[in-house]
């Protein structure tokens, strides 16, 4: 089954899509693009509207952009708190970056300590 969309990529004029072999993952669609054979991901806070009803394919056609990542800017020792209030976790993470620490969110083959 196709989908047919207008798509408007940053910083680009708007073109138009069709997608074969396509499934929808959160805030995105992808598929195979009949025009270039080739696998592609699209936003759909960046689909500008859907041809001949494509919309109705779609759990949620429409979304808003996905969030953003964060990258840590500093490269200290790799801590990760589990097991905590949010807020008492929240507050444990930002003083072990103010102390010059990496938080991570899962564990890492760099992980220097675990906090439980």
Sequence with gaps: ME?????QPP??????????NWKEVGHYIQGIDTE???F???RKD?????VDGA???LE????????????????GPEILFTGFKSADRAELEHKATQGGMKVCKSVTNGLSYLCA
């Design 60 to 75: 949620q056609p429409f979304s808003s952009p996905p969030p953003k990542v964060y990258r840590a800017e500093n490269h």
């Design 40 to 42: 592609k991901t699209f």
């Design 46 to 50: 960046r689909v500008l509207y859907y």
């Design 55 to 57: 919309d109705s394919m």
């Design 11 to 20: 910083n680009c004029p708007e073109k138009n899509f069709v997608l074969i």
């Design 3 to 7: 989908i047919a969309f207008v798509y």
């Design 36 to 38: 270039t054979n080739s």
